[in-house]
């Protein structure tokens, strides 16, 4: 089993919860399973069937665009980490 750690802005698709369980041998097969029990969050956190450009996607502090990217395989107790770009403010 995976533990993804959801970020605050993402807590409202997932109940409130800060971190959820979901299986997969790959950092792509977490996130679809994921995706499956909380679809609002597949909407925020997917484009085009892609992870989306503005969310950053980490497996044990690594950045998965620096490993095989949605392929990188995930190990029994892993850590993966959704953390969504921050942008904005006033001129």
Do not use: C, K, S, W
């Amino acid at each position: 089993m995976t533990t993804v750690r959801i970020p605050p802005t993402l807590r409202g698709e997932t109940g409130g919860q800060r971190q959820v369980d979901a299986t997969g041998a790959t950092v792509g097969a977490v996130l679809d399973d994921l995706a499956a029990r909380f679809p609002g969050l597949a909407n925020l956190i997917f484009e085009n069937g892609e992870v989306a450009p503005f969310v950053n996607v980490y497996l044990e502090g690594e950045d998965v665009r620096t490993l095989d990217g949605l392929a990188t395989p995930v190990t029994d107790n892993a850590t993966v980490i959704l953390l969504p770009a921050m942008a904005g403010g006033a001129r």
